[in-house]
């Protein structure tokens, strides 16, 4: 079974930054296109970007603009740079997976394989 480790997550204070990584060991990463979420206390789970197997790549209207999402096929990895952390980005972050025949689909419905969360928590 596929699964998917997120990590990265940790506090930081407002206007920081933190990059999060999605690694998937042991299978081939060029299979999926890989989302991450994130839920709040409280609040339902939201996608916050997405990449395609040819990377293209799509953002929530949150994370437009302060976030980055990239990946690296040699090392099975996906990384999500989040720059000018707000306390409201404070959150559990997954990162999950789709397998598509798609070269450009990324989305945030009907994922395969989820990963365990890594908690981001920024302070004001």
């Known amino acids: 079974e596929v699964q998917l480790q997120a990590s990265g997550g940790g506090l930081v204070q407002a206007g920081g930054s933190l990059r999060l990584s999605c690694a998937t060991p042991?299978?081939?990463?060029?299979?999926?296109?890989i989302s991450w979420f994130r839920q709040a206390p409280g609040k339902e789970r939201e996608g916050v970007s997405c990449?395609?197997?040819?990377?293209?790549?799509k953002y929530a209207d949150s994370a437009q603009g302060r976030f980055t999402i990239s990946k690296d096929d040699a090392k099975n990895t996906v990384y999500l740079q989040m720059n000018s952390l707000k306390p409201e980005d404070t959150a559990v972050y997954y990162c999950?997976?789709?397998?598509?025949?798609?070269?450009?689909?990324?989305?945030?419905?009907?994922?395969?394989?989820w990963g365990e969360g890594t908690l981001v928590t920024v302070s004001s």
């Open positions: 999950a997976g789709v397998r598509t025949p798609s070269s450009r689909y990324c989305g945030f419905n009907g994922m395969d394989y």
């Open positions: 990449i395609s197997k040819n990377a293209v790549t």
């Open positions: 042991g299978f081939r990463f060029d299979s999926f296109a």
